[in-house]
Structures are given as structure tokens and as C-alpha cells.
């Protein structure tokens, strides 16, 4: 069986719908808005919006499983901003002096701040793979590739080629453990399995080369500008970015939801982060509401 990558495949959604350049700039405006949030609440209506987005694009259990990988990821985060930081008024725990870090006092402080950065750490990696799942690498290559083909065309072999390896390395493990025990264990085994992998690539890398130059590719220009014509779909994830950048700076000018860790954890206005989740869970998930035009 191929591991499981993630690998956009067309679906009939309206992110899928969407143009790339619109769906990239959707993601990169939850990015912001998860960087420039501190609330709890804010971030957390973020990561459970951005789930649901993934759920209405038909990429629900990948995003589970992203956000299970997020749930490992942000554990040694809390753990490391637990025990490093020295800040905070609240000590639950005190673990005396510990020569030169100073004294092991573990403080609330310290970790609700960890499990702030943990949040905003789970909200970019959903984040990302939403995007590598519905928005088409191929189609942000062709906007790259008015700007340098070069660079474009290694970058799209460079995505097309790993699933390529990624199934290239489930055979050969495959086949190695059909072969009994090697005397030199596990390590050597991996090794070679390692050497076979890289040689593989290198031979498919030679023979694409030999190919591209064949077809030309060596003398290809800039490719013409085009008419480019807007969808509902393309509106309607526009003007949802644009709302998710104006809720972000207009909290962040008026100071709503403002929300403090260190000395102590101080969270202002709670009705006010209420709402501002809210109004941001709008954002995220109203051009899901038009599924008109969205078959693959």
C-alpha cells in the first residue's frame, strides 16, 4: 500500500472550486490571523473552524490526522516552555535549585503561554495541509512560471516526485522484509534500504533530464499573460481572506480580546472574544455555503 502523503486530488468543493492564487492567499490569511491572535478562545475557534472548512472540503480525516500529529508536536512544546521559562507569579511546582538553570520553579504562566504557542503551531499545520489537499500545486507553479520557468518546472517535478519515492521506499521495505535477519541488524538494513532509495532517485533524476531535453524544455520562454476571469468561488474566498485580515487588525488596534500570560494569565473581555470567534468562524466558513459549480 503507498503511505499516506498529501497529495491534492480535485474534489468537488468549493476551495477546490476556487483558484490557486485565491486558496493559497486563504491560507496564508489564517496563518496571520493565528500569529497575530493570543486568545485562547480566538485560536481555538480557529483550529475547530479550520477543521470544519477541511470537513466541507472533503478532506476531513486527513485534517484528523494532521491534528493528531499536531496533538504529538505541541506536548514537548508545553513540556519545554514549562520548564525553560523562569516567568510567571504562579508557582504550582517547585522543583529547588538546579545549579546553574537557576531555580526549578514551574509556574501557570508558563504554561498556558506553551499551550498559546502549541495552539498556534496546530492552526499553521492545518493550515498547510488544507492547502496541499485542495488547492492545486500545479496551477500556482503556472502563476511561478511567468516569473521563472526554471524554477517552476523544478519545483513541480520536485511535488510530483514524492509520492514517486515515498512509494519507491514502501516496496524496497517491503521486499527487505521478505529476506531474513542480516547479522548486522536493524541500523545496516536501514542504511541500505537508505542507499537504495537515493540511487533510485538519482537514476530517475538522469533519465528525466535526458527526457526534458528532448522535449525542449531547455528553450522554453515565459509563458503569455491571460485574461483572468473571477468565480463566485474566487469572490467569495477573496472576501473571506480580506475579513480575516480586517477582524485580525481591527482586535489587534483596539486591543479586543486581549489576553496576557506573563506576569499573570489576564484574559480581558471575555464577551468580546466571544464574539470575535465567532465573527472569524463566519469568516472562515461562508464560501463553503455556495456549492453551485463545484463538480470535479
Known amino acids: 500500500m503507498m503511505p499516506a502523503t498529501l497529495i491534492y486530488r480535485r474534489l468537488a468543493s468549493p476551495l477546490h472550486a476556487a483558484r490557486a492564487t485565491v486558496g493559497a492567499a486563504w491560507t496564508i490569511a489564517l496563518i496571520l490571523t493565528a500569529l497575530s491572535s493570543e486568545h485562547p478562545l480566538v485560536l481555538g475557534t480557529l483550529t475547530l473552524s479550520i477543521v470544519l ?6 478532506v476531513g480525516p486527513q485534517l ?45 504562566e508558563a504554561l498556558v503561554y506553551g499551550l498559546i504557542i502549541a495552539l498556534k503551531v496546530t492552526v499553521i499545520m492545518l493550515a498547510t495541509t488544507l492547502a496541499s489537499l485542495a488547492v492545486d500545486p500545479d496551477e500556482l507553479l503556472r502563476v511561478v512560471r511567468r516569473l521563472s520557468f526554471r524554477s517552476a518546472l523544478t519545483a513541480s517535478l520536485a511535488t510530483r516526485m514524492i509520492p514517486v519515492l515515498a512509494g519507491d521506499a514502501q516496496r524496497l521495505s517491503e521486499a527487505q522484509r521478505t529476506r531474513p535477519a542480516s547479522a548486522g541488524g536493524r541500523t545496516r538494513e536501514r542504511v541500505r534500504l537508505l542507499s537504495a532509495i537515493v540511487g533510485s532517485s538519482l537514476d530517475r533524476a538522469m533519465d ?3 527526457t526534458l531535453e528532448l ?23 477573496a472576501i473571506s481572506a480580506a475579513l480575516l485580515l480586517a477582524l485580525t487588525l481591527a482586535a489587534r488596534l483596539g486591543s479586543v480580546a486581549a489576553f496576557n500570560a506573563y506576569p499573570q494569565v489576564h484574559a480581558a473581555g471575555i464577551p468580546q472574544a466571544l464574539g470575535l470567534s465567532a465573527l472569524i468562524a463566519a469568516a472562515v466558513l461562508f464560501p463553503f455555503l455556495d456549492r453551485r459549480g463545484i463538480e470535479p
Open 215 to 237: 522535449r525542449g524544455f531547455a528553450g522554453a520562454v515565459r509563458a503569455p499573460r491571460r485574461t483572468v476571469v473571477w468565480s463566485r468561488h474566487d469572490l467569495a474566498f
Open 64 to 108: 484528523v490526522r494532521s491534528l493528531r500529529t499536531a496533538a504529538i508536536v505541541a506536548i514537548p512544546i508545553v513540556v519545554v516552555n514549562v520548564l525553560a521559562s523562569r516567568d510567571g507569579l504562579t508557582v504550582f511546582v517547585r522543583l529547588g535549585d538546579l545549579g546553574p538553570f537557576g531555580q526549578g520553579n514551574l509556574t501557570v
Open 53 to 58: 472548512a477541511g470537513a466541507c472540503a472533503g
Open 208 to 210: 528525466m533530464a535526458a
